[in-house]
């Protein structure tokens, strides 16, 4: 007992001592400094020159949609300029750490020198599901029917935004207007379909509407592979914050490597995606895509709200729809006086830059402000702001390229300032690689031939092609302006055919949608035809050395074959039999000036902005295996009794 003493008690003082030790130690870690920052901090914005409001705007069904409230300081009786938007609402408003309301705005989506200089109270809303909104997002929300069997859709969130809009904005003098480019402008539209009252004025601009037929996702049947990022972005997360990957420096090589568009999806993981699988379930043209177009849709109503379309002649995205929803409403009484038109020089959502040229084409003005100041501003005012004069706008403003100048219609198509309707007249092929306006004579094999091979598509654009929307570090970001390149590269390809007129001996303009009439013939038992009609310039230009013989794209477009027949119903191909196919280009408004010469060329691949077609007719494009890929002898015919031609909207010549 005592020799276990002697050893215990110095190791019980130690444990001892290490306890207290710990004890103090633990004093010191709860012991903390105050933070600096504040549990609330409030910002003292008193100098900013507009007050900046954040409202969770409640819908019908409860859901809560996340909306930014810009109002200049010391509005009254001020109108609303809404924007619904899948994009993130807080980032539209905050492009400038700055108190005054023009930097804070400028961007993508917003005219910040007419927001400002009349004096809108701006709103930007996320749609639901996305960024700061409640709810469930679904791509293009289809409106209430068919397609969506529950309570609400982009309409009601609509028409509920702007009804508490002009219940809790003292300030305003509760009109609104709805403006939007691109999504925004299919929020735009959508704000027509059965609309509030207070809804004075929507202004859609390079609107979605259609994404079978001509917008974002397909093309007459073809997909558009190089949209798969933009999908990816969108759906898989609400903030859009899953970016895409590529890890190629030439787009060409990465959608090449992957094979089919599924797989490509298919590695990504975009099979958790409900918009992805809506693809795949829908490569052609059923009632999933007829039932929720826009232009079809709206054609069922009269028109209550003035509308003004507003259209880009060489729009890399949305080419078709605004001309769509033209056609459907322009014939309809209660279009009389609210339906106007605007057809710019511009890429998609070049509206509210200063717009001085298009790539390497020079047109002559600042278009972008000449739209702005003369076009738009006027419109937005006469039914937003109390007191403003009517405007004086024509049904129709066109920019006629080549011309370089505006014009005022009273409908479209139209020409000589409104003087004479366009004539269609057909320009054939020829042998010899030529083009013209009389009709082919007889003599030689009647048509020219090509090899079309999958595992060489012809690119759309000179490579490297950079990532869909991504700029490259060390090269300047030229894809939104792909459609104005110079097309005299691919013209060396052993499978592009290429037709040539001869020198123009006199201006020649065209406005509306040439129309191919293609007789062509595959060894496969499918096909991609692609048509470009092409404005040649003289291989000298003294006041412009750089742009001889330029070959500028006037208006080009994609047609896959398996819907020669029924864009619904697709089937194969019966093998080398010359066969006719019928599609319309895209709308033009252009003078082909003396000494010009026009050009068309044809090919099977348009690689990869759209799917490669396998050349063996399969059920689903999206699915094809590396074997279904296979080369196809192409002819495109032009004798007498099998004569290819476009048929041209043509107006009297323009000097």
Not at 564 to 586: H, V
Request: charged letters at 20%; hydrophobic letters at 40%; aromatic letters at 12%.
């Amino acid at each position: 007992m005592h020799r276990f003493m002697r050893h215990a008690f110095p190791a019980f003082f130690l444990v001892a001592a290490m306890a207290t030790g710990s004890a103090h130690g633990a004093d010191q870690a709860h012991v903390q400094l105050p933070s600096e920052i504040p549990a609330h901090f409030k910002p003292v914005t008193g100098s900013f020159d507009f007050t900046r409001r954040v409202v969770d705007i409640p819908m019908r069904d409860g859901v809560k949609l996340h909306t930014v409230i810009l109002i200049p300081k010391g509005a009254t009786h001020a109108g609303i300029l809404l924007t619904r938007t899948p994009y993130g609402a807080d980032s539209m408003t905050h492009h400038a750490d700055s108190p005054h309301l023009g930097p804070t705005i400028v961007g993508y989506d917003t005219p910040d020198d007419i927001v400002v200089e009349d004096g809108y109270i701006r709103v930007v809303q996320d749609v639901r599901g996305k960024y700061g909104s409640g709810g469930a997002f679904v791509m293009n929300r289809p409106m209430r029917g068919p397609l969506n069997k529950t309570s609400v859709d982009d309409a009601t969130d609509t028409y509920d935004t702007i009804d508490w809009l002009v219940k809790n904005l003292p300030q305003s003098n509760g009109k609104v207007g709805i403006i939007g480019i691109s999504y925004d402008g299919f929020e735009a539209l959508v704000g027509a379909f059965h609309p509030h009252p207070a809804l004075k004025v929507v202004v859609p601009i390079n609107p979605m509407v259609d994404g079978w037929m001509g917008d974002d996702w397909f093309h007459n049947g073809a997909f558009r592979e190089q949209m798969i990022p933009y999908i990816y972005g969108q759906d898989a997360g609400r903030s859009s914050q899953y970016p895409w990957w590529s890890g190629e420096r030439d787009d060409y090589n990465l959608y090449l490597k992957a094979g089919s568009a599924g797989a490509l999806a298919q590695s990504r993981g975009m099979d958790q995606l409900g918009f992805w699988r809506k693809l795949l379930a829908h490569p052609a043209y059923d009632a999933f895509w007829q039932d929720q177009a826009m232009d079809k849709l709206l054609a069922k109503q009269p028109l209550s709200v003035p509308m003004m379309l507003v259209h880009s002649l060489w729009d890399e995205e949305d080419i078709y729809g605004d001309m769509a929803v033209y056609r459907a409403l322009a014939d309809k009484p209660s279009a009389r006086g609210k339906l106007f038109l605007v057809i710019g020089p511009w890429r998609h959502a070049k509206t509210w830059e200063r717009a001085p040229d298009i790539g390497k084409i020079d047109l002559g003005m600042n278009t972008g402000d000449w739209f702005r100041n003369h076009v738009l501003r006027p419109f937005l005012a006469q039914y937003l702001k109390d007191g403003a004069p009517k405007a004086s706008i024509a049904p129709v403003t066109a920019f006629i390229t080549g011309a370089n100048r505006w014009e005022r219609l009273a409908h479209w198509p139209e020409g000589c300032d409104g003087h004479c309707t366009p004539t269609m007249k057909p320009l054939y092929l020829h042998a010899d690689d030529g083009l013209g306006f009389t009709a082919p004579k007889a003599g030689g094999s009647g048509y020219d031939e090509y090899v079309s091979d999958p595992a060489k598509p012809v690119p759309y654009r000179i490579r490297p092609i950079q990532p869909w929307s991504h700029g490259m570090p060390d090269q300047v970001d030229t894809w939104p302006e792909w459609l104005v390149d110079d097309q005299r590269q691919f013209a060396t390809r052993t499978d592009v055919v290429t037709y040539v007129s001869k020198p123009l001996e006199q201006p020649l303009m065209i406005a509306g949608s040439p129309a191919v009439h293609l007789v062509a013939s595959t060894s496969g038992s499918d096909s991609d035809w692609v048509v470009k009609l092409i404005d040649v310039y003289p291989d000298e230009m003294a006041e412009q050395p750089s742009m001889g013989g330029y070959e500028l794209p006037i208006a080009m477009d994609i047609f896959r074959g398996r819907y020669r027949k029924s864009f619904a119903d697709p089937e194969p191909i019966p093998s080398n039999r010359p066969l006719p196919y019928r599609f319309d280009l895209p709308t033009v408004n252009h003078v082909f000036k003396k000494g010009h010469r026009l050009m068309v060329q044809i090919q099977s691949s348009w690689f990869p902005l759209y799917d490669r077609n396998p050349q063996a007719f399969v059920p689903n494009i999206f699915l094809a295996k590396p074997g279904d890929y296979q080369k196809a002898t192409q002819r495109i015919y032009h004798s007498p009794q099998q004569a290819t031609y476009i048929d041209l909207p043509v107006v009297k010549a323009v000097q």
